[in-house]
């Protein structure tokens, strides 16, 4: 059966982008964090639309399984096989359209990296409102069915207020296209914004029309010394208030800032560190250092160090940046990526700490993540694997007591399945299946992921 | 079998809020337009979500159909009774919840007006994003309902922009909610998102979480003379550009500035009435007249006349506000509500004119709009109803064939259902009568509203 499905997909694709050998679909079997791998089907790389659709309609035929793959950076399972599916990788759909500078507005395919969509609209004087570490393989296809987030959410929103149109091949290989990026258009359900967040469970994202957003010439970055979390939650409100300039607030809890510097290898900031440090940034088109400067100084804020040049201003970002690196040198941790209400932050990691000192007084926990948007990413490295679930449980039921989200950013994938009845009231979670069963009556697009299986 | 549905609504909200007296029922039957009416089998009005999920459960146990009201002033027949339903008025869920000022958010329900939210949040120092003339009588419910627009949309966006959770009774009488209104939540499908704009044919909404935005205390108006719609369309994107704090920007053309000025006995903003006038505003925390007068001039804009404080503003706004009264005052028009990509509005206003000289030369076209968003409103005043059908018919065509949307921010309603699967694509539409079909089974939610009868 595989060799038919294999046969009718290289008359599609071609010979040499439908695969099977195993040293050839290792790429494509195992995620970024190489907790998540399965063995696929087989692996097929569709060049463009038509070719999507006809891969589609001939899994459809086979009842084959399919789970959409963009650049693989998805840290919860969702883009890689589980057991037997076809992987439908989109990599090759990276054209990049002409940018409509009046309309701040581009065309571009699934495929297309992060990096190369900053790219494309910084060459016609645009910027694109998204940006996160894993810019030069994650795709826009990706990132639009994790409705991704990043860095600037608290500027421009997440990936969702960046779509302005979407094309995408349904469960039954009919092609939905609304690419026409018109502000206003009340006719009918806004199936783009359904489609986003839904992690190639209701359709296969082929194209995408972005929003772009000014380019900014002037930045200044801050590292602002704090005493906790509510003063860095409270300034972050404030400079929001003050500063419509204001482009990233990262929160780094001093136990991360303390192994930033020491695996990094960077100079201490700080004479004395501080229990929390902030990480702003400001971009503007005239210089925002003295606004700043000025706002900061009125919070109260004293001690903080700023860097105006580009040199000076990833010296600062370092410290937030070289965190994944020296996470995963020290092991691999217990990954959580939860949103807490503003209110709810320091209570929930005076919890944590509690908690983890109980489970495990030799384990480390590192918290940093984006204050402005509630998300606090928490990495727990040295615990046993048993008491690591235990603590997963624990915590992820500490935050929904507080109100918040298990997932922030990176989403379900198979990871959090299980979370998501306790997250979604009754009638909540029955429309959502019902809208799964409407749309992939077959259950074929990445099954598994987002809904628990019934 | 109405007596026994009735006696059942009765016993949910009590004697006084159901009823089918027809001089009772008689506001719930008819719109705005006076042109969409209907006999209701009878009006229930509901106190609470409890109760609305009791009346859904009620009817839905009966097989009766639903048509949910706000305040009613729908332009397209989508509140109204169209044969014996019942009609669920959420006018009375209209509770004002407590302002949460750091995160610039607030949960009202659904039947509360747009004006009430303006003043609950000015009264914290804040302020809600959209506003339109009928704001005293639309309901946040019927706005999410319809997605709707009005003037600020260019800074702030359309309505699902500004909805942060909702509350919603589904078909079978379930209550789904998802109120939290946490900046990041990756959990599952964007049921409100998807809600947002679907007419009342997928849930009924019965309290919404909505984003405030600052206060600004300052504001200045302008009225620029200007030679056509181009030249608006390109001084809208410019000031855009270089004035983050512009917050409306309204095209007059000039047979609309002179029924204006006639109807509302205005005086004569200039001594020779340009063929178009651009209305723009600027609201800041600091005074924006010396930047919005610099970035006029940088255009090469001469003429303008500037309003600042109240007395001076409202002036200005005047010759567009007197604009809906003048046309009503002067017979029902053929009404169209359409975006047009920026490029594509001059020259369909061009073609309008040509074809409405053709199908009556008596008639008298008024053209007026959000420039921003490309959405124009067209007033046709003085065709004969046979030649007003053609004209919708041969407009709307155009509208399509320029790459625009038939309906900009009024909807579907009943009035424009045909015109859906000419907007649509096949697999989109599908995908559409699908995500009907699977939350509303029965079809008892708003039928014949948004998705033309199969």
Sequence with gaps: ??????????????????????????????DWTRKHSG?????????????????????ADAGAAIVPQGGNTGLVGGSVPRSGEVVVSLTRLDDLGPVDATARSVVVGAGATLASVHNHAAAEGLAFGIDFAARDQATIGGMVATNAGGMHVLRYGMMRAQVEGLEAVLADGSVARRLGGLPKDNVGYDLPGLLTGSEGTLAILTRVRLRLVPARSERV??????????????????????????EAAELILE??????????????????????????????DDDPTERLAEAVEDAGVRGGVVGVDRREREGLWAYREALLDAIAAEGEPLKLDVTLPGTGMAGFVDDLEVLLAELDPRCRCYVFGHVGDGNLHVNVL????SAAAD???????????????????????????????????????????????????AGLLNPGVLLPRA
Tied chains: 1, 2.
Excluded: N
């Excluded at 704090?226 to 003063?231: A, C, N, P, S, V």
């Excluded at 136990?255 to 400001?282: D, K, M, N, Q, Y």
């Excluded at 040295?382 to 694997?385: D, R, V």
């Design 1 to 30: 059966m595989s060799d038919t499905l294999l046969s009718a997909m290289r008359g599609i694709v071609g010979a040499s982008h439908a695969f099977t050998d195993s040293d050839l679909v290792a790429g494509y079997a195992t």
């Design 39 to 59: 063995v696929p089907r087989l692996v097929v790389r569709p060049a463009d639309t038509a070719e999507v659709a006809a891969v589609v309609t001939a899994c």
């Design 221 to 246: 970055t801050a590292l602002l010394p704090l005493d906790g979390i509510d003063d860095a939650v409270a300034l972050t409100a404030r400079l929001r208030g003050t500063l419509p300039e204001l």
């Design 255 to 284: 136990t991360s800032l303390r192994l930033s510097i020491e695996h990094g290898g960077l100079r201490t900031p700080f004479a004395v560190l501080p229990p929390a440090a902030l990480l702003v940034e400001c971009a503007a």
């Design 382 to 385: 040295g615990l046993a694997e």
């Design 391 to 441: 603590a997963e449980e624990r915590i992820l039921e500490g935050v929904l007591a507080r109100g918040g989200s298990v997932s922030a950013e990176h989403g379900i994938g198979v990871a959090k399945t299980r979370w998501v009845p306790r997250s979604r009231d009754a009638a909540d979670l029955a429309a959502m299946r019902a809208i799964k069963r409407a749309l992939d009556p």
